[in-house]
């Protein structure tokens, strides 16, 4: 039996405001009829303005989303409602149903897919490892001579001097040569260079130098040092890849997400940190414009998983693996945290192993949220952290000044050299209080 969701691990998945208000119109069971949830899936029929209803169905487990309207977000109006309706109780959705032959066959069409897409690349892998060779060989000169170009950009940029930037259409065009390189963390970076302020320039022009000049002689580094490396540059590892190597199995408490969106793809962060080991993780999943990002865990409780951590120098970025049961449904205690000092002095640590970190996640203990002439502040009575200028909206930090109320609260967010930006709140009453 698939433990239900919460409202909140629903509304998590919408993937615009548009979305959720329409969902919500079909999240009572007039509407519905058919339903039922069994074999990891949910499944009803949605009536709509013609005379067939919407089949729609959830695999619970990714989730992914099927559904017989035209609608080209993901998850649909549809399969939103269905799973509000499902949150609610059995009353609205009975356990232990036989799904049906629709929902059979597209579940059956997913595990054959899965199966065939990795016997296709472990075929590929195993079949021509010499010209695997070659093509990294291949990839490594072209980000070689990226990286080069770059550092010359850079050079020449200080040589004009900063006070008379490049337009940012000139910054995309050096990113798109990053990009044609193959060394998509090179083009990222240069990116930022366009919307940098003026009185940030300089430090990422330096660090974006010496990221470049790292790779150049990336073979030389030490073997962590040297994988930070490459993944700032743009190489990634394959998640079966991870997976089938070492994972550390926790209770892991979801301690945030957040998402950010452009014209090209939407990014979900969620960080994790372990109840028993204490180790931090921060997951990553994709949407495209107009769809939410398959991965959706609720923000303060417990889930039980395998993670698989990408290789570098301070281990961060993991992978889900195996689950042992969803997340618990009672939300856990708000989680320890630090000082402030002791957060920077934690930072200071973590930067000193990849010096292109800009946060680390860190949860503060007993903090209030204080604004003063020079911006908003977090103390703890003893020390402060400012905010980080643009980490959240207004209307946000307001909404933090209301959890708190005056008094001590507990914080977790990232903690870097510009400040710090908030992400969860506990409230009174150790309610999880996202703010984002």
Excluded: N
């Amino acid at each position: 039996m698939e433990e239900r969701w919460s409202t909140e691990h629903v509304l998590s998945l919408a993937p615009d405001p548009a979305s959720l208000k329409a969902a919500g119109k079909l999240s009572g069971p007039a509407p519905w009829s058919g339903t039922g949830t069994g074999r990891g899936a949910l499944w009803g029929l949605c009536k709509g303005s013609g005379s067939t209803p919407y089949r729609t169905a959830v695999e619970l487990g990714t989730p992914a989303y099927k559904c017989s309207c035209p609608s080209r977000k993901f998850p649909c109006k549809h399969a939103l409602g269905l799973l509000l309706l499902w949150a609610a109780g059995p009353a609205a959705v009975a356990d232990g149903a036989a799904p049906p032959d629709w929902v059979e066959e597209w579940l059956d069409g997913r595990g054959r897919a899965a199966a065939d897409k990795a016997a296709k690349q472990r075929a590929k892998s195993d079949a021509d490892p010499e010209g695997a060779r070659k093509r990294a060989a291949r990839r490594a000169s072209r980000v070689a001579g990226g990286a080069r170009e770059l550092r010359l950009r850079l050079a020449d940029g200080v040589r004009r001097g900063l006070a008379d930037p490049l337009p940012a259409g000139a910054w995309e065009e050096v990113a798109a040569r990053m990009v044609d390189a193959q060394a998509g963390g090179l083009a990222s970076r240069v990116r930022v260079l366009a919307e940098a302020p003026q009185d940030e320039l300089l430090e990422e022009y330096a660090m974006l130098h010496l990221l470049a000049g790292a790779y150049d002689r990336v073979d030389t580094l030490p073997e962590a040092l040297a994988a930070t490396v490459r993944a700032r540059v743009g190489f990634t590892t394959d998640t079966a890849e991870l997976l089938a190597g070492p994972t550390v199995r926790d209770r892991w408490h979801v301690l945030g997400s957040r998402d950010t969106a452009d014209d090209r793809l939407t990014t979900r962060r969620v960080w994790l940190r372990g109840a028993k080991t204490g180790r931090q993780a921060l997951l990553l999943a994709f949407g495209r414009p107009g769809q939410a990002p398959d991965l959706a865990l609720p923000t303060g409780r417990l889930l039980e998983a395998d993670l698989a951590y990408h290789p570098g120098a301070r281990p961060l970025r993991a992978v889900l693996g195996a689950r042992y049961g969803s997340p618990d449904p009672a939300p856990a205690a708000a989680p320890a945290g630090l000082t402030p000092a002791g957060a920077l002095a934690e930072y200071g640590a973590a930067v000193a192993e990849d010096p292109w970190l800009d946060g680390w996640p860190t949860v503060l203990a007993d903090v209030v949220p204080v604004r003063t002439p020079d911006g908003w502040q977090l103390t703890d009575g003893t020390h402060s952290l400012p905010v980080r200028r643009g980490a959240l909206p207004e209307p946000a930090l307001w909404r933090l000044v209301a959890v708190s109320a005056g008094h001590p609260v507990t914080l977790f967010g990232e903690c870097g050299h510009r400040g710090f930006a908030p992400v969860t709140a506990w409230d009174a009453e150790h309610r999880a209080v996202p703010l984002g």
